[in-house]
């Protein structure tokens, strides 16, 4: 083979490992910031960061799957929040009514939000650009509505009164109310989640929906139907939120309509616009980032909204590719030259 | 060259209106396998129109298109590709945010199959070969991680056909490809297409009058939507009404 292709592919291969560590660095660092926060909660005994922690991660969860329509398949949904609030609702009415089980919650939102993810991501993908984020929008508005007004979802109360649990994994058991061992179980189940992405976004399947965001025209001359990825897409952002949110009423015990409302969809594009659009990661940061903020500035002012709104204005003037897209390439500098040196 | 071969490529009294206008009217030719089909015409004739039906880009009013003895009219372009028809397009249609390298990978992941879904594209062997291999080939080595948007027209010509032909396909349409390249470029351009048939069936558009002339085994000159003549090249230069249709207009364009 000549010198030159083997230089090539060595290049190749490089690039892909130092793009890769980067990612993955974040994603180690979150973690590890993560435990830090643990220790320090544990060890003053605080509850209420310790759930406000988890309530964060959660809403990660959220800002990931929006990271997968936006940051991939160049689609921006403004009604994430709709599947979200049907994981919380399905969990806890699972939790409540059926069984008061981890597994069973988990496993009937996953089923479920599939098929309902398909039902609306063929009502949604019919259109693009502004139109697909006014459909979201729209599903999600309906919907929040219909749950508003249902007497039997408990209406504007949402459903409250969910137990807490009790859940074996191998080696031992998490009571969901006990709030450093449930933290720990969310951010397990939330960067489980942001792996399993990211390896998907690898795959063809993840390359096909770059070249979606990149061209969609050009797609199908490649070989593939760009609807039925986008529509997969659509399904894999439906089941994230829904897991996500599945965790929400584990943590309250309750839910409530609002969880559906344009705002929590809202938060999470903008967590993921703070965090880094399509880093996959950084949506978590973005979730960390806003919660944190909202509630510490809401310890200082009514108007906390006014002030995380001119934070959002001039994070996205000064760092326009978020705070992951803005470190990466200083990262990547850092990784390669390493990797030169060794 | 005289074949029995069944033509690869059949397209039979094919139409297609765009409310009054008739872009396509009742075109037929054949395509024989590993020959270079070259279709010309002056500015509007319906050429890229006509690749656009073959390639199942629009779907048409009427007529049938068949590919290999199947008739494929109204197949959609992920179908035509599977089928093995892939194409070109004459304004360039790449992935222009993404650097030359991933352009063609994208290209070449269809040769991997469903099976290796789950399988990252960067351990895939035979797309990096296939890559590897038209980056030689278009000399895009100095340019592989450069962003397709921030070649030079020249180059991303090249990378246009050579995202056409990632997928290993057995007809290849190839619309204007040397549109606005360097004489140098053309050149090489032409040698490509030459080297490439064989293996490969080719149907061209193109201005070049020289070059059509001096590749095709086969022309077929369209005006006004409808095919005015077709035959070996010598023949359709010799064609007065060809003459009048299109070189007349050509020498002075
Ligand atoms: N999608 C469309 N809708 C309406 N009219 C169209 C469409 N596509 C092509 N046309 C018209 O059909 C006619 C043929 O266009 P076409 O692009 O096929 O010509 P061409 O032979 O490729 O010309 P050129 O040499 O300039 O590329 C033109 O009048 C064009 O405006
Ligand atoms: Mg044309």
């Known amino acids: 083979m000549a010198e030159h292709l083997l230089a090539l592919r060595a290049a190749v291969m490089r690039r892909e490992r130092v793009s890769h560590s980067t990612l993955h660095f974040f994603a180690y660092a979150f973690i590890a910031l993560c435990l830090v926060f643990a220790a320090i909660a544990m060890a003053t005994g605080d509850v209420f960061f310790f759930r406000l922690a988890t309530e964060a991660l959660i809403f990660g969860g959220l800002a990931l799957a929006v990271d997968i329509l936006l940051g991939y398949t160049g689609l921006l949904s403004l009604g994430q929040a709709l599947f979200f609030g049907y994981g919380a609702y399905v969990s806890g009415l699972v939790l409540k009514e059926i069984e008061p089980s981890f597994w069973t919650a988990m496993g009937i939102v996953l089923v479920t939000a599939t098929a309902f993810g398909a039902i609306a991501g063929i009502i949604a993908i019919r259109a693009r650009g502004v139109y697909f984020a006014l459909i979201t929008f729209g599903l999600a508005q309906v919907v929040s509505k219909i749950v508003f007004n249902t007497r039997e979802l408990g209406a504007s109360d949402g459903i409250i009164g969910i137990p807490v649990i009790k859940t074996d994994f191998l080696l031992f058991q998490v009571d969901t109310g006990h709030a450093p061992s449930f933290f720990l179980l969310v951010l397990s189940i939330i960067v489980g989640l942001y792996f399993l992405v990211a390896y998907v976004m690898g795959t063809p399947f993840g390359r096909t929906l770059v070249a979606i965001r990149a061209n969609e025209s050009r797609v199908p001359f490649l070989g593939f139907h760009p609807w039925r990825y986008k529509l997969a897409a659509f399904i894999l952002a439906a089941n994230v939120a829904a897991l996500s949110g599945a965790l929400y009423p584990m943590l309250r015990g309750f839910v409530s309509p609002e969880l559906m409302f344009f705002q929590v969809s809202g938060n999470a594009v903008i967590m993921v616009i703070i965090g880094g659009v399509g880093t996959l990661i950084g949506p978590l940061y973005g979730a960390a980032i806003l919660t944190g903020l909202k509630s510490v500035i809401g310890t200082f002012t009514e108007h906390h909204l006014i002030v995380i709104g001119m934070l959002f204005v001039l994070s996205v003037i000064f760092f326009p590719k978020g705070l992951v897209g803005h470190a990466r390439p200083r990262i990547e500098r850092i990784l390669a030259a390493r990797g030169r040196e060794s | ?253």
């Open chain 2, 1 to 253: 060259m005289i074949s029995t071969d069944p033509p690869i490529l059949s397209v039979r009294d094919l139409s297609v209106r765009f409310g009054a206008l008739v872009a396509v009217n009742a075109v037929s030719f054949d395509a024989m396998r590993g020959h270079i089909t070259s279709v010309i015409g002056p500015n509007g004739a319906g050429k890229s129109t006509l690749f656009n039906l073959i390639s199942g880009a629009i779907r048409p009013s009427s007529g049938r298109v068949v590919f290999e003895g199947q008739d494929v009219t109204g197949a959609p372009p992920y179908r035509m590709l599977a089928a093995g028809l892939s194409r070109s397009f004459q304004i360039t249609n790449l992935f222009f945010e993404l650097s030359v390298y991933e352009n063609l990978r994208l290209a070449a992941q269809f040769l991997e199959g469903a099976t290796r879904a789950l399988k990252p594209v960067s351990r895939s062997r035979l797309a990096q070969e296939r890559v590897e291999r038209l980056i030689e080939q278009f000399r895009l080595q100095h340019q592989a991680h450069e962003l397709a948007g921030y070649l030079s027209h020249g180059e991303q010509r090249r990378l246009e056909i050579a995202v056409a032909l990632a997928c290993r396909p057995r007809v290849l349409l190839l619309d204007e490809p040397t549109q606005g390249m360097s004489h140098a470029d053309t050149a090489e351009t032409e040698e490509m297409i030459k080297s490439l048939a064989g293996e490969l069936s080719i149907l061209l558009i193109e201005h070049d009058v020289d070059l059509v002339m001096n590749l095709s085994d086969h022309v077929v000159v369209m005006h006004q939507g409808a095919k005015l003549a077709e035959g070996p090249p010598a023949e359709v230069r010799a064609n007065p009404a060809v003459q009048a249709a299109y070189f007349g207009d050509a020498h002075h364009a």
